[in-house]
């Protein structure tokens, strides 16, 4: 069974621009979450999606939105980069979303914001 | 806001011992605790998970262990051995309502393992 996938793994911007990363998860799996790691923050909760629909969302601004598609896809977009966007960006998928199942983590993308 | 800490950044054990790492949480609504190792440009890999029903968990090498009226919890490795060498996450969730499928991090302890 292949595990979650996420395209770029590397990604160079600069400030102002925006950028679109893809998270395909575990095949059956309906539930994708994203998290931004950092040196100083650890992993921090981005948002849920759960059948198309953003479940949660964590403390972000504006700038970081989602969305899902019906074959379980998810993307999440960053608008008008700034320098504290790079890090490293981590997907993960759930069985049923239910938070008593283990999450499983792609290899994630690195942004870097010039 | 922290909720799950980790308060030690880094563990050193010799190939062998028992590595014992720890992890504390603010939150009593969690229920559910998962420790996930991470290895430099991977994404974090499952170890084991401890519900709150419970205050030991077991799988070949690493336990878990959860004291809930300390609100802490801990992953013991048993030998020890080089390929351990990984950033270790505890996670924690509350599976309910509006904050499901959200998992709490802490912000990790780097283990080294030497021969």
């Known amino acids: 069974k292949a595990g979650v996938t996420q395209t770029p793994r590397y990604l160079i911007k600069t400030r102002g621009q925006q950028v679109t990363l893809s998270c395909s998860p575990i095949?059956?799996?309906?539930?994708v979450s994203w998290y931004q790691q950092t040196p100083g923050q650890g992993l921090q909760f981005l948002f849920e999606y759960f059948s198309e629909t953003q479940r949660n969302k964590g403390n972000f601004p504006g700038r970081f939105s989602g969305r899902q598609f019906s074959n379980s896809r998810s993307e999440m977009n960053v608008s008008t980069l700034e320098l504290g966007d790079s890090a490293l960006y981590l997907c993960a998928s759930e069985l049923s979303g239910s938070s008593y199942n283990e999450q499983f983590f792609g290899p994630g993308t690195r942004l870097t914001v010039l | 806001d922290q909720q799950v800490k980790q308060n030690s950044p880094s563990l050193s054990v010799q190939e062998g011992r028992i590595s014992i790492l720890n992890c504390d949480y603010t939150?009593?609504?969690?229920?559910?605790f998962l420790w996930y190792k991470k290895y430099p440009a991977e994404g974090p890999t499952f170890l084991i998970s401890?519900?709150?029903?419970?205050d030991k968990n077991e799988d070949g090498r690493f336990t878990v262990f959860l004291n809930k009226s300390a609100k802490h919890l801990s992953l013991h490795i048993v030998p020890s051995q080089p390929g351990d060498s990984a950033v270790y996450f505890c996670a924690a969730s509350d599976g309910r309502g509006s904050t499901l499928g959200r998992l709490y991090f802490g912000r990790g302890t780097q283990l080294t393992v030497w021969p």
């Open positions: 095949s059956g799996h309906r539930s």
């Open positions: 939150n009593s609504m969690f229920d559910y």
């Open positions: 401890i519900s709150s029903i419970k």
